[in-house]
């Protein structure tokens, strides 16, 4: 099983519906993001947690919310979805800086991502 | 503001020769660089990382370059393999802020057989 888990994998929908996409880890990581890839973008982080009680916006967080149920699930809500947020969106963990693993780089460790497409 | 970009969208190289990836950035408070590779279907998975401390890193048949005063960092894949085809994404971060990663667009390697 995925260590960093995502929901739906796909999902097509249409202008103005609320979507939600859902995210799950067993790594034990406080931090929490939310990147949307684009072609010729990259990736551009949306939303990011560090723990429970906190949530920040990142670069391109307008027409996007999120919700830290608990320290595992770290879900990525439209509220009104529209075409142009047709994209891949990516759930990452990681652990804070600082914290004795035996190999802590800061990396982020990602789900396999969401498809979503907004007629 | 693009503050890491790789300007090269693709690559396609002969197996067994040499993958040379590039990433220049802007920011002259990054102190911390990853790259990460990208299979289709899947999330991007970490590769190897480098300290602004250091100007290379190695592991195996990767090598990061880090050269700070031309803000710019390069990938090196020695031999490259077919297996090694992906769309590879440079990464930066900053002291304190580790996690909070900003991309480039991505480039897309091919090695063929």
């Known amino acids: 099983d995925a260590d960093v888990t995502q929901t739906p994998r796909n999902r097509i929908t249409k202008t103005g519906k609320r979507i939600m996409l859902e995210c799950s880890q067993t790594k034990g990581h406080d931090r929490m993001y939310w990147y949307r890839q684009d072609p010729g973008l990259g990736l551009r982080l949306i939303y990011y947690?560090?723990?429970?009680?906190?949530?920040n916006k990142g670069e391109i967080s307008d027409g996007y919310s999120v919700s830290r149920q608990a320290q595992a699930k770290f879900s990525l809500s439209l509220e009104s979805a529209i075409p142009n947020q047709t994209a891949l969106y990516f759930c990452?963990?990681?652990?804070?800086?600082?914290?004795?693993?035996?190999?802590?780089?800061?990396?982020?460790?990602f789900g396999e991502g969401s498809r979503l497409t907004v007629l | 503001d693009q503050q890491v970009k790789q300007n090269s969208p693709s690559l396609s190289v002969q197996e067994g020769r040499i993958s040379i990836l590039n990433c220049d950035y802007t920011?002259?408070?990054?102190?911390?660089f990853l790259w990460y590779k990208k299979y289709p279907a899947e999330g991007p998975t970490f590769l190897i990382s480098i300290s602004s401390i250091k100007d290379k890193n190695e592991d195996g048949r990767f090598t990061v370059f880090l050269n700070k005063s031309a803000k710019h960092l390069s990938l090196h894949i020695v031999p490259s393999q077919p297996g090694d085809s992906a769309v590879y994404f440079c990464?930066?971060?900053?002291?304190?802020?580790?996690?909070?990663?900003?991309f480039g667009q991505g480039t897309t390697l091919q090695v063929k057989p």
């Open positions: 920011n002259s408070m990054f102190d911390y």
């Open positions: 990452a963990t990681s652990d804070p800086p600082g914290r004795v693993t035996p190999a802590n780089t800061g990396e982020l460790f």
């Open positions: 990464a930066a971060t900053y002291s304190g802020n580790t996690g909070k990663l900003i």
């Open positions: 947690s560090f723990d429970v009680k906190d949530i």
